[in-house]
């Protein structure tokens, strides 16, 4: 099965060039265009990380905001109590752990 591909020229940097001929060196990778094609992928797959993140994190602040919006707050002293009360028993279940 052919697979389709398009050539594509890239200016580097001495430093980039000398990285990517490295990884072929290194027996990791046949050519330098292998090393790119993975990168790429690392690239993508970042990206599409940091997106699903970035929705995660807008959805939160759209229910906080709603949340908010009628009235369930929490007083910030409450808060901190609470947040005090958990590190204190993690650092208890640390300590019965070791």
Do not use: C, W
């Amino acid at each position: 099965m052919a697979t389709n591909r398009t050539t594509v020229n890239v200016s580097l940097t001495p430093e980039l060039d000398a990285f990517l001929q490295s990884r072929v060196k290194s027996g990791r990778y046949q050519t330098t265009s292998e090393v790119v094609r993975e990168a790429l992928r690392l690239l993508e797959r970042h990206e599409r990380e940091r997106d699903e993140a970035f929705q995660q994190l807008k959805a939160k602040l759209e229910r906080g905001a709603a949340q908010a919006e009628r009235g369930e707050l929490l007083d910030g002293d409450e808060v901190f109590d609470e947040l005090r009360d958990m590190i204190e028993e993690s650092r208890r279940n640390k300590a019965v752990n070791q």
